[in-house]
């Protein structure tokens, strides 16, 4: 099957400071990657939606200078959490879907930021 | 007209037992209802698929019933086994982006 990788799986950083979150089709080319949010105990919150070479579209309340979204290949897109604050403290999950997969997302397995 | 009501919020099953989580929309557009399984920790993977145009869909211990004209599809887990233990996530998408729209999850206990 499709495999995602998402890197780090957990990251602690200070407050103020830049963290990026990386994630990988292995496998596949990803036309599409999604990074989402998820609080505990929640659903999954979709933050933006990035097609590769074009710029990423942010849901609506996500701001875009905060949440720095890169899909720079077919196989890697980046989210930056710029100026990190402890309110950012989440779980971050990223999918990717390719052609030929019939649009079936695939899930990375994770990243959990702690911002101290 | 964009959510997807799913229910329980919980569940718990005896091992053995059969596992049933609901799942409801609005959005007639929808052409795609997948069902996620997610672990503590981990992303959500892929459980089963359905299209709207057939009424159910079954992979081993997996079934997706689903009912157009009611606008409603079911996850159901025979056998339910403690390693189901997980929490379940509905979804239905649109279009050629399939950006997801998800259901609150469903926390499923299997006790042994």
């Known amino acids: 099957g499709a495999v995602v990788s998402q890197h780090p799986s957990w990251v602690i950083c200070k407050s103020g400071t830049s963290v990026k979150i990386e994630c990988r089709s292995l496998d596949f080319q990803a036309t599409t990657m999604f990074w989402y949010r998820q609080f505990p105990k929640q659903s999954l919150m979709l933050m933006a939606t990035s097609n590769e070479g074009s710029k990423a579209t942010y849901e609506q309340g996500v701001e875009k200078d905060k949440f720095l979204i890169n899909h720079a290949s077919l196989t890697l897109s980046t989210l930056t959490v710029t100026s990190a604050h402890p309110e950012d403290s989440s779980f971050y999950i990223c999918?990717?879907?390719?052609?030929?997969?019939?649009?079936?997302?695939?899930f990375g397995a994770g990243t959990r930021l702690s911002v101290l | 007209q964009q959510q997807v009501k799913q229910s329980p919020q919980s569940l718990i099953v005896q091992k053995g037992g059969i596992s049933i989580i609901n799942c409801a929309y609005e959005n007639t557009a929808f052409d795609y209802f997948p069902w996620y399984q997610q672990f503590p920790g981990k992303g959500p993977a892929l459980l089963i698929a359905?299209?709207?145009d057939v009424s159910e869909k079954k992979e081993g211990r997996f079934t997706i019933s689903f009912n157009k004209s009611a606008k409603q599809f079911s996850l159901h887990i025979m056998d339910s086994q403690p390693g189901d233990s997980a929490t379940y996530f509905c979804a239905a998408s649109r279009g050629s982006n399939y950006q997801l729209i998800w259901g609150a999850g469903t926390k499923l206990i299997i006790k042994p």
């Open positions: 359905i299209r709207p």
């Open positions: 999918s990717a879907k390719g052609q030929g997969l019939r649009g079936i997302q695939y």
